[in-house]
């Protein structure tokens, strides 16, 4: 059996979508049967990647925490800190922030860029849901730990970090008593620039990864931070939206070629990741990676739509 620490790990990163998913379904009580089959049919194919996983954990040995653990949890806590700070105090805004993190931290400190990269999903929250550096400091704290605990867990899916970082600052709202900001809904005539945007940012952080040699946080950060600064210009009724679409975006571009084999998978993945952006618009409001989560969804969603026709075949063979 796989030992507790894996075991924490793998229920924080079905939990944190799920509650996503149940939160977007909950603020939208209008939705329609169509609308409704986005979150309840990522969450479907997404279990089998869950199932796939869990039968993988359990033929690997349990470990516990070491000493180079604590080196993690320190960089998704400061990264978390100082990205809130940039975003808040520095008033560049979440969008701007976590990719400057991001790109830094690339690029200066590869040995804990995962880590810090993490880290800056938490600082994106909004001072409406933490307006404290300590509540910020206490969901880094959790999300380090949470990182830390799935090393081995969901490997190689875009937005796992996202993900971390919505457990951690999901555990600090519930310790603090706390409440997220004001959603709001998304027009559904926005979709169809919402997709698009979603597919080619997707695509374009795989280039940059595959054909420009840069490590997926650096692809990512300069996906998320290019178009923080062109959307806005270009399309200042929209370009906020855009700009946080192409960042969630960029996150399903971080997939390893084991999990999205081909630019196809990781563009319907993109697809996917737009549709799920619309319908969790106004859930869980202002809490950091909640962008990192919706890709983690879809690229579960993804991955186990393609493992489904091999998993139904062994069922029946």
Do not use: N
């Not at 400061?78 to 805004?93: D, F, I, P, R």
């Not at 690339?106 to 929250?125: H, R």
């Not at 971390?164 to 409440?179: I, K, N, P, R, Y």
């Not at 906020?240 to 081909?262: N, P, Q, Y």
């Amino acid at each position: 059996m796989y030992g507790p620490v894996r075991l924490v790990g793998y229920v924080a990163l079905l939990v944190t979508p799920a509650t996503l998913l149940l939160g977007a379904v909950r603020a939208r009580p209008d939705l329609s049967i169509g609308v409704l089959s986005v979150p309840f049919g990522v969450a479907l194919t997404g279990t089998v990647v869950a199932e796939t996983e869990r039968q993988r954990l359990l033929r690997i040995d349990a470990i516990g925490l070491d000493r180079t653990d604590a080196v993690d949890v320190l960089a998704v806590a400061t990264a978390a800190v100082g990205t809130y700070w940039l975003s808040v105090h520095a008033e560049l805004g979440p969008i701007l922030a976590a990719p400057l993190v991001g790109l830094a931290v690339g690029l200066g400190l590869p040995q804990v860029d995962g880590a810090a990269y993490c880290g800056s999903f938490v600082g994106m929250v909004s001072p409406a849901v933490l307006p404290s550096i300590e509540g910020v400091a206490i969901a880094g704290m959790v999300s380090g730990l949470a990182f830390v605990a799935t090393a081995d867990v969901f490997g190689g899916f875009g937005g796992k970090y996202g993900t971390l970082a919505l457990f951690g600052c999901l555990t600090s709202v519930a310790l603090l008593g706390v409440d997220y900001a004001a959603g709001s809904a998304l027009a559904w005539a926005l979709v169809p620039a919402i997709i698009i945007v979603a597919v080619v940012a997707a695509v374009a952080t795989v280039v940059l990864r595959t054909h420009a040699g840069a490590s997926s946080v650096v692809a990512s950060a300069a996906v998320g931070l290019a178009a923080g600064l062109a959307f806005p210009i270009a399309l200042p009724a929209l370009g906020a939206t855009l700009a946080a679409v192409a960042f969630c975006a960029s996150f399903v571009g971080m997939s390893s070629a084991d999990r999205l084999e081909t630019l196809g998978q990781v563009a319907g993945a993109g697809l996917v990741c737009g549709l799920v952006y619309v319908v969790v618009a106004p859930a869980l409001a202002g809490a950091g990676g909640k962008l990192g989560t919706t890709a983690f969804i879809s690229c579960l969603a993804v991955a186990g739509g393609l493992e489904l026709p091999t998993l139904v075949r062994s069922r029946v063979g």
